[in-house]
């Protein structure tokens, strides 16, 4: 009976006593296994993941397939805003059929990571994540599907998923334990996204630095992550891109100086860069063949990177959000921050 309840129902009531029942043996492992597998691919619920995940060395093949799909769903973070339901993640699932076969449960993350639906992405980039605190050399295999999965801005709204941001944070947990491979990965994969989408992408570095853990980053990834930030000033992703690198870059100066120190000869390079003149003169000329509101449009955007330039020459000289981190790299250089006489202007 029970059985039948978590096989043909996928009653999730039925799933935690079939699986206590197989612990004691009075319902045979094999059986539990597959009612378990049939729950979790119709309806995925935590206990269906729970039952899968002690008895996934009893699936067949066919099985786990049709059970990673749940299991993949189980593993997001279902946070439901407006009403204020929120169901924790539930990895173990995803975790145990990975244990089973590696190869397979990679390749269906990342198929899933290219679902159109963005609920589907969100939840297959949490799973991927989850596989890359594992083993974040499994970034060569999930890095760029979970690159092509960013399609743009998420949209931000409590109750939206956000696979944008899933993808990063996942691709921030490798960048943690394989920092030049993952930085690799999101070079090559940023040409193939709208602005937009690079826009989310950058922030994979800014994940480095969880709020709600407190563990260092290790100094591998700091020193790629100040050497990715550097090659953003450019501007090469946006203006917007290049703002937001230089605050990361100066928040890294500040928390890790001794690492983020070896970049100084390339960060006097980009202070330099965002030193000299504009290709085109400031002042627009009305004329030529081009259309007049293209012609607007084109000096606003010059304005715009123009400021944008200003802005980051001026921060990464010694502005007001320069300073905090002067000390820190002071002290990485042998300098006794006191006896620094600072003679510039506050700007």
Known sequence: MVVDLADSLADPTACTILRLLARTGQVTRRAAAAAGAHALARIASPEAGRLVA????????????????????????????FIGIRRPAEPASLLALAARDLVAVTTGVAAALGDAADQHRADAAEAARYLLISDPARVIALGPALVASIRGADEGYAGTPSPGACAARALAEAWRGEPQTTAAIVEAGAAALPEQGRD?????????????????????AVREAAAFLLRRLDGGWGGRVADEATDELLAFATDYPADVLPSGDALLAALLAACQPPPTPSLYVPGGDAKPADEYLRALEQMNERAGRHRRRRDLAGGRAARPARPGLDRAQGVDPAQRVDRRPEP
């Open 200 to 220: 989310v992408l950058a922030g994979v570095v800014r994940f480095l630095r969880q709020w709600n853990d407190d563990t260092p980053v290790p100094a591998p």
């Open 54 to 81: 002690e008895l996934a060395g009893e699936l067949h093949d066919d099985e786990a397939a049709r059970a990673l799909t749940g299991a993949i769903v189980v593993a997001g973070d279902d946070d439901d805003g």
